[in-house]
């Protein structure tokens, strides 16, 4: 659901890894031009004004490349039916990959 979130709110899709050569431009481009078909002009804008100050810290962009996140639980376990966590970032996310 977060990538998802992610594409939609910031027009980025998360997890795709970039390859470079010509075909990969056309078959993006197609795309492009499909999915502007759907979207109003507001929304346009608005999507450029968002991945203009959009920035991913590149040790979570490369998680989401290698398909895990590392997460933390900020609920308490067992005292209802949901469980609500975050992202971890910045220094605590190096502190954990070095523990790993």
């Known amino acids: 659901p977060y990538k998802q979130w992610y594409l939609k709110k910031y027009g980025v899709d998360l997890g795709k890894k970039a390859k470079g050569g010509a075909a ?4 993006k481009g197609k795309e492009k031009d499909v999915e502007e078909e759907k979207k109003s002009r507001h929304v346009i804008f608005k999507l450029k004004a968002r ?4 920035k991913l810290d590149p040790a979570v962009e490369e998680q989401f490349q290698s398909g895990r ?32």
């Open 51 to 54: 991945e203009a100050k959009q």
């Open 24 to 27: 990969k431009a056309a078959e």
């Open 69 to 100: 996140l590392l997460a933390a639980v900020s609920s308490r376990p067992g005292q209802c039916g949901r469980c609500d966590g975050y992202v971890i970032e910045g220094e605590e996310l190096t502190f954990y990959k070095r523990k790993l």
